[in-house]
């Protein structure tokens, strides 16, 4: 017994002094060969410190309700897999199966302390609000991957003492076996998220991807019979919400928060509609996306008095660097929504007077293109700027807070709220320390005239006398709250 527990101790000293060399070797510094331990049992040991931090990384990345995948193994034996034939291969090439084990041990003691900066840019990435994540992702892993494929070459020239020519096609073979299957294998973690983590059962609804297609005419001809004419001699106010992301409730939150607000507040009641995309609201609500929204464009429009009338478009969800908003909802598969788009259904369906808000990021790129005399545009953001807020668990973006939230409960003047909105997100990133998203608005020489006839009608009728909760617990259909379990 004494003598197994000290054969163990042995292996873990000499796994430790594995590590702690190869980890020099990460940072490019010269490493004697002496200070390797080379056999069996650290080459299975060093393996297993290598599944053991994919294990963990894997369960870290889905907790807390997660499952294990079996599928997950079959991924990890296939990395490992190609590993030994990309080490078996370059063998091959220099007939020399001697340094094998040698090989196998120098290449996985360098995994621990590569991987742990590795795991931890690409967790810091996360904090920065600078650039699009997805993009720091790439530009993260390919750093990742040209500084580990030098370290993977210069061990590749001190093992089978080759020249530098020599040295980078065997690296390049190296990198084509290891990396190269990469792209036609789907990608499958040991630990995976629970299906509808997160979501009330009761709440959540399974998503029939024909049946939902085929219900679109139907829910939205119902939408759209609901909504009343025009009056004749009155500026009406028209509202259409559009929550384009169905991977975040806030989305849908925030576009049911102002449909409410502008029914209560701002006489839309019965002129008011909202196109969703949301688990929770696909059998409530149209599907947000281009087609639906210039249906609905059109639709209006033939209640309107296009003249006289207003429409107030309010869209929120992700925006890209390339300038569109998401309209994603699983496998329900929709084109984002370009500034383009928005442009073509207000102008075909022949809406004149039109107020447009966008909470997105880059959101301030669409300005430039809904610019118009009869028109006003406000933005989240700037059009190189994120706007922050986003979150399934989300009430509001900082934006909405600010915008339908605070200021226009307590006003009617969509210009003197946005001003409001932009002073306090602009004080709310600075203690943060966020970078500042940058709102944005536009308005059309004519339009500003125009809404203060509205907004003296507005407040000639009395409508102040009224409060909205919170949207934090409810999908709101007109005045009536339906559970939400976000």
Known sequence: MNLLVKQLLVLWSDLGRNIQAGSRLVVLLPVQ????????GQALLLLLVSFCLSFGYDYYNSAPDNEFSIYGLNYQSTLYLLFFFSIFCIACLQHNFTSLLESIILLQAIVPAIWLVYTSLIYASGFQQVLDHELVSWLVFLGYLAWYLVIVFRLIRDIYQVAVPRGLILVGVYALINFG??????NQPLWSATPDSGRDSSVATELNVEDTYYAQTEMLGSAVKALLQQRPGI???????FAGDASEDVFMNEASYARTLFDERFDTRGRSMLLVNNRKTVHLYPLANTHNLGLALHEIAGRMDTEEDILFLFMTSHGSVDHKLSAGFDL?????????????GLDSAGIKWR???ISACYSGAFISL??????????????????FGCGHDGEFTYFGEAFFGKHLKQGHSFISAFQLAKEEIEDREQREGKVASRPQIFIGKEMEQKLDILIN??????????????????????TTAMEDDR
């Open 370 to 387: 809904l610019e118009d005399d009869h028109a006003l545009v406000i933005t989240a953001s700037g059009g190189d700027r994120n706007s």
């Open 355 to 357: 107020v447009i808000v």
């Open 181 to 186: 299957p990469l792209y036609f294998m789907p």
């Open 332 to 344: 329900l598969l929709m084109n984002d929504i370009t500034a383009e788009a928005i442009q073509s």
């Open 33 to 40: 060969r002496d200070l390797f331990i080379f056999t069996y």
């Open 457 to 478: 009608r507005l407040e000639d009728t009395g409508r102040n006398n009224w409060a909205i909760s919170r949207p934090g617990t409810g999908i709101v259909e007109n």
């Open 235 to 241: 500026i009406d106010l028209y509202f259409l919400g």
